[in-house]
């Protein structure tokens, strides 16, 4: 899922916020950028993701739910990863 999140909202921030409101079964946070966040969860457990996330974010809305990375990606180009590139 992807969710739109505060600005000053990070990766870091998201894990330690979500391990405390969801101390059993915290969701994957697979990435945060441009006032964005993509997380993995199941689709039993989207509403609880949902939940979870304007709880530790109240400003936070959900954007998209999507079997893969690659259609969010898609959809908003500025959570597509920098190739890791030699050197």
Do not use: H, W
């Not at 909202?9 to 697979?30: E, F």
């Not at 966040?37 to 709880?55: H, N, T």
């Amino acid at each position: 899922m992807a969710f739109s999140v505060s600005p000053d909202m990070t990766r870091d921030i998201i894990i330690k916020r979500a391990r405390s409101a969801c101390p059993d079964d915290p969701p994957y946070v697979i990435q945060c950028a441009s006032g964005k966040a993509i997380l993995r969860c199941s689709p039993e457990s989207k509403e609880d993701a949902m939940i979870m996330m304007s709880k530790i974010d109240p400003l936070s809305s959900p954007l998209i739910t999507s079997g893969t990375l690659r259609k969010i990606r898609q959809r908003y180009p500025e959570l597509k990863q920098a190739k890791n590139r030699p050197g």
